[in-house]
């Protein structure tokens, strides 16, 4: 209780908790729009159960390795060295979570550019990405640990203090979950939305990629670009809105 105390009186820690409030909630945005991609693959009625359960999925996992923290530092140790670089556990995690995301990203890409003829009504199992529920879950528990480990990490490498971290991750996992529905509908109403999302899943598949070979990209750098690439589509879509609602009224005078 003691140290409870201090840390409710030292100003450090109250920065340090803001800071890392809002480093998790970043890495937790990230996350939720991979939840939001699968889950509007899914009929209607099972969209908001999946992205719910992979939203708590991810509060387990961040939790969990919480509780293990000395483990999680552990996984930061070379474990090999091939062409003179090391790797470790969390590089090999990184590396083949960024894949995973790149491929995932890249396929739905092509489904949504190129997507399979409706046969006369009838749906096709080629017609959607992802037919069933535990498709869905597996491949968001895959990622929900690429991420937990990286928003660990960053969490451990921020401040020294549990208490810090738990807070920060029950913050982020709430703003997940307050915004899973808004945005995983708003991505599905607006095709070129579901787009911009998959490149940004691109781009953070490579810098996982990076990260896991030693070079790391500082967030700040992506998160910007992330920030201008959606400006630039909330302009189009303004634009797009305008345009609609003169033609609307040209229509109405019209008639």
């Known amino acids: 209780m003691d140290g409870i105390a201090q840390l409710l009186t030292d100003p450090a820690a109250w920065a340090a ?12 945005i990230d996350n939720l729009i991979f939840i939001s991609i ?35 530092v552990g996984l930061t140790q070379p474990v090999f060295t091939l062409f003179g670089n090391e790797f470790s556990w969390k590089d090999l995690i990184l590396i083949g979570g960024g894949l995973f ?16 003829p ?7 199992k ?4 992802i037919t069933n529920v535990g498709s869905a879950i597996f491949q968001i528990v895959l990622l929900d640990l690429v991420f937990s480990i990286d928003s660990i990490l960053t969490a451990v490498g921020m ?17 997940m979950l307050l915004a899973a529905d808004p945005l995983g509908n708003f991505i599905n109403k607006n095709p070129t939305v579901v787009m911009l999302a998959l490149g940004f899943l691109l781009m953070i598949g490579m810098v996982l990629i990076a990260d896991g070979f030693g070079m790391h990209v500082p967030k700040g750098y992506i998160y910007a670009a992330m920030a201008f ?26 008639h």
């Open 38 to 72: 699968l889950s509007n693959k899914l009929p209607e009625a099972n969209r908001q159960k999946v992205r719910r359960l992979g939203i708590g999925l991810a509060l387990v996992m961040r939790l969990i390795l919480l509780s293990t923290i000395a483990w999680i």
């Open 126 to 129: 080629t017609d959607v990405v």
């Open 159 to 175: 401040t020294e203090h549990l208490p810090i971290m738990v807070v920060a991750v029950l913050v982020s996992i709430t703003v």
């Open 17 to 28: 908790l803001v800071t890392l409030i809002v480093m998790e909630v970043v890495l937790g």
């Open 229 to 254: 690439s959606a400006g630039v589509e909330a302009l189009n879509m303004w634009s797009r809105a305008r345009q609609a609602r003169r033609a609307q009224a040209s229509e109405e005078t019209r």
């Open 101 to 116: 995301l790149m491929w995932k990203a890249t396929k739905e890409i092509h489904h949504t550019v190129d997507p399979a």
């Open 118 to 124: 409706d046969n006369g009504g009838v749906l096709d």
